[in-house]
């Protein structure tokens, strides 16, 4: 093993929604993370040569039957643990404590009083603003276990050992919302653990082309291209790792936002320096959603008519056993997949859980592991243009998860005029690279208004902006008013068929940041 990985972190995973945030989070204190099943020996965890473990947060219990659990020799070994969540509730369960569930949970912000603060609380503030997301307590603490914290509902918020080699929290250090949980984190990762900083984007794209040139070898890759950063990344290393092994191609599904698949092939030609091969799809995938609703079986047969598209356009390149695609961690999890596989579904992403069964591709997914802000690293370590590397994510499944309802050509046409001039409102004001992700929803309610004196009854209007880093948890953008009076204006008198809009205000949790 390359001395890039020695002076890490393990990770094991017992399905939480944040566990790649966590990964993430390390990665950026420049330490090397790697996540892995929980239930691996304590050989096999030590053969990384770790600093230290993190057990992660999951929906599980640890009373319930068929618990995720681990080896419990890994206790017996002096490297430092850090316990978040469920990984709290299993440490102090191991080590002699009790947990029980709570008739009160803890959901959202909530502040901590630090009462030890020279160890994981050096150099943060009491009361600390925290995220939490647990139904479970400690109610008795093992024995030699000190309270480092309390919630403002006198819970249990963080504990250690005497020995200061084991720390748990119950709130979550990884997740933004968490005031200095980049302190917390670092305090482990250096004071306690004694990590090596020798992890950057540099290294992390090394690692990348290495992997995918010993998996595809000197086979051909098509490379399905959406025009998002994603795609994009996935492309230029491709191109980078295999050369013209790897076929660009772009497929327009008829759900894209107006012009937007025209655009995106010179723009990535432009900037990439790679031909893109654009395909018109839209009979195959609209004559198959026709009369579709449940928004769950439109991301699969969108998932799948994708790799069928792909299975029938490939042939003209011969011999192609394999299909690279930007798929992100956060479509992993969604999808209810994790290392632990313990993970709840969320929704099935198109690249994830809408695979057909009968897929003859095998898949490269190098930006599997990796979250947003850390694709765009590495877009930037590849000389990608600025314009690619900030655009908005959009969804593969396009349009088809911002239509509520079933899917017509008509009501494509009408959502692809509302977003076009809500994004280039957005443009004009100065908005657009201040906000993650915008986007308009059509939804299948229609309203009574008035236009020119007269009634109508027309489609109802959502739009919807976040700020976010990651895309695993965002607010709601504050659009200032003259802006948003601009938009609405603009969108009533311009797209037909629409007379009401209403704004999104439902932050991430509780809501997605699509709609469905």
Request: aromatic content about 8%; glycine content about 8%; hydrophobic content about 35%.
């Amino acid at each position: 093993m390359s001395n890039l990985y020695n002076g890490g972190v393990i990770i094991l995973d017992f399905g939480s929604q944040y566990t790649q945030l966590i990964a993430r989070r390390i990665r950026e204190q420049n330490v090397y993370s790697k996540i892995i099943p929980p239930d691996l020996s304590l050989e096999k965890i030590l053969s990384y040569k770790p600093k230290a473990i993190i057990f992660s947060g999951g929906p599980s219990s640890v009373y319930s039957k068929n618990a995720p659990s681990f080896d419990s020799r890994i206790l017996n070994h002096e490297i430092p643990i850090l316990g978040i969540c469920y990984g709290l509730h299993l440490l102090v369960q191991r080590s002699g404590g009790n947990v029980e569930a709570s008739e009160e949970g803890e959901y959202g912000f909530a502040e901590v009083n630090v009462k030890i603060s020279d160890t994981i609380f050096k150099d943060t503030p009491s009361p600390l603003k925290v995220w939490m997301s647990h139904g479970d307590r400690v109610t008795k603490i093992p024995l030699n276990w000190n309270v480092l914290a309390y919630s403002s509902n006198n819970v249990i918020a963080a504990l250690s050992n005497s020995n200061n080699t084991r720390f748990a929290t119950q709130f979550h250090p990884e997740v933004y919302h968490t005031n200095m949980g980049n302190i917390i984190l670092r305090n482990f990762l250096y004071n306690i653990s004694g990590c090596i900083p020798s992890w950057n984007s540099k290294n992390l794209l090394e690692e990348k082309i290495n992997e995918i040139k010993d998996q595809v070898k000197n086979n051909n890759v098509v490379v399905g291209v959406s025009g998002g950063v994603d795609s994009s990344v996935v492309a230029a290393i491709m191109h980078k790792a295999v050369g013209n092994q790897s076929k660009a191609i772009m497929i327009d599904h008829g759900l894209m936002r107006k012009n937007e698949a025209k655009e995106c092939v010179g723009e990535l030609k432009k900037g990439l320096g790679i031909n893109i091969n654009l395909y018109d799809e839209k009979r195959y995938f609209l004559k198959k959603l026709k009369g579709i609703t449940d928004p769950e079986e439109k991301r699969k047969i969108i998932g799948n008519q994708f790799i069928y598209s792909f299975q029938r356009i490939s042939k003209s390149f011969g011999e192609v056993p394999f299909l690279a695609q930007g798929t992100l961690y956060p479509d992993v999890i969604e999808s209810g997949i994790s290392h632990g596989k313990e993970a709840a579904l969320i929704k099935s992403h198109h690249n994830v859980g809408g695979l057909p069964d009968d897929m003859n591709f095998n898949l490269v997914e190098p930006l599997r592991d990796l979250f947003k802000d850390e694709v765009r690293d590495l877009a930037k370590e590849l000389g990608i243009p600025d314009l690619l590397i900030n655009r908005h994510p959009f969804p593969g499944p396009g349009l088809g998860v911002r239509i509520l309802g079933e899917i017509t050509n008509e009501r494509i046409k009408t959502l692809q005029e509302a977003d076009k001039i809500f994004l280039d409102v957005l443009n004009e004001d100065g908005l657009y690279n201040k906000i993650w992700q915008a986007f308009a929803v059509l939804i299948p309610i229609k309203t009574v208004g008035v236009m020119g004196d007269q009634r109508t009854y027309d489609n109802l209007l959502g739009i919807r902006a976040v700020s976010s880093t990651d895309g695993m948890t965002a607010d709601w953008y504050r659009i200032p008013e003259d802006s948003l009076n601009k938009i609405s204006n603009r969108i009533i008198n311009h797209v037909k068929g629409i007379n009401r809009i209403v704004y999104d205000i439902t932050s991430k949790p509780p809501g997605t940041i699509e709609w469905e």
